[in-house]
């Protein structure tokens, strides 16, 4: 039996992002792997700070997964204090985790940190551990205290754990200079997004640009957004989909503009979203921090085969005859001259599009090379 724990960016939720599948991925290949899934902490007096009613985190949960149950669980800390205030918030955190292993009978299991202010965990306890590199947070818009603390405990990962697998061959080329790497790109469920699915009830009834993503200001360009549903005007709507965590302000300049944001949505409901647009955008910001990045939209835009509109980012490149590269007014143009001459799903999704199954046994491999302690490649 192998146990395994996941320090993870992003809650387990409905919204399913690169850890869930390869997890869900691995519990299906074997049925003898347990897995605790640590979400990032909540923090109550953020929450407060935001205008948010404060949350708690939230003791060890089993999850309804079909094909794993009983060998699936969430996890929930809280930090009481920010860290400015809590020098040893990450050592707490650290420590929690590893009693709610513990509660499960974990004893020596491997740590698999995609969170990288987890590294605590490689100082109190001597498990195992691989880090997975999914987006280049050194080149993120951070705090200079922020920065430093990504910076020392990077360093750390780096240095300790057995394995560093990362996502993009721009972090591939960043990291392998420091040590070896494995890279797992991402995918997508190729079944499900090529399965036809009626048209999403909050879809406006004419032409549509459609995102699939969190909308925040680290990967998305704002007055892009803005400028675009000016230039559709009548003709159509740019609809975001997914999570937006931006200030109200921001919120409403888009809005006031045209823009149409649903919210996140289920992991099983998002191709819907994807098969009924006339188009499909990614107004990204181009930075080093989106360079570094394997967009999974890269991998579902491509399984519904619609056009694509895209920022010059990682992933959209001019060459794929469905992806049209643009940026400032030239994006907009491109965008309102591809919503009419859209044709309709399923045309052009029949093209290899690689699956999370694939990446699922990547993975598979990893975790066995540091569970025996192997050599990394």
């Known amino acids: 039996m192998t146990d395994l724990v996941v320090l993870s960016l992003e809650p387990w939720d409905e919204v399913w992002r690169r850890n869930q599948h ?18 990032p902490p909540v923090d109550p007096l953020h929450d407060v700070a935001t205008g948010h009613r404060p949350r708690r985190g939230h003791g060890v949960r089993p999850v309804a997964l079909s094909g794993a149950e009983g060998r699936l669980w969430t996890f929930r800390p809280t930090k009481i204090l920010p860290r400015r205030l809590d020098p040893g918030a990450d050592r707490r955190l650290a420590a929690a985790t590893v009693r709610a292993a513990r ?10 940190i995609n969170d990288p ?10 498990w195992p551990a691989l880090y997975d590199i999914t987006d280049d947070w050194l080149e993120a818009d951070r705090t200079p205290a922020a920065h430093a603390r990504l910076v ?3 360093a750390l990962l780096l240095a300790r754990c057995a394995e560093v697998v990362v996502c993009s061959p721009t972090l591939a080329a960043a990291k392998g200079a420091v040590r070896p790497v494995t890279l ?21 009834s004419g032409p549509v640009a459609v995102y699939v993503g969190t909308v925040h200001t680290d990967r998305i360009d704002l007055d892009l957004c803005v400028a675009t549903a ?8 740019l609809v975001l989909v997914g999570p937006h ?4 302000a921001d919120l409403e300049r888009l809005r006031h503009a045209g823009v149409l944001l649903v919210g996140p949505k289920p992991a099983a409901e998002v191709p819907g979203y994807l098969q009924h647009a006339d188009v499909l955008v990614v107004p990204h910001v181009v930075t080093p921090f989106t360079l570094s990045l394997d967009p999974i939209k890269r991998y579902e ?9 895209s920022t010059p980012v990682t992933g959209f490149v001019e060459g794929d005859p469905r992806v049209t590269v643009a940026s400032g007014d030239a994006f907009a143009a491109a965008v309102r001259t591809a919503v009419p001459a859209a044709s309709a799903f399923p045309a052009g999704a029949d093209g290899p599009v690689p699956s999370w199954t694939e990446r699922s046994a990547e993975m598979a491999e990893v975790i066995e090379r540091v569970r025996r302690g192997a050599t990394p490649r």
Do not use: H, K, M
């Open 301 to 309: 835009y491509a399984a519904v085969g619609r056009p694509v509109v």
């Open 22 to 39: 390869l997890v869900a991925g691995l519990l299906g290949r074997d049925p003898g792997l347990r897995v605790l899934f640590v979400e």
């Open 103 to 112: 509660r499960l009978g974990f004893a020596v299991p491997v740590c698999w």
């Open 184 to 204: 797992i790109p991402n995918a997508v469920d190729v079944d499900l997004y090529r399965r036809p699915q009626p048209r999403p009830a909050d879809l406006p």
């Open 152 to 154: 020392r405990d990077e």
């Open 117 to 126: 202010s987890a590294a605590e965990l490689l100082r109190v306890t001597d």
């Open 230 to 237: 000016r230039e559709l005007g009548p003709a159509g709507t």
């Open 245 to 248: 965590p931006l200030a109200a």
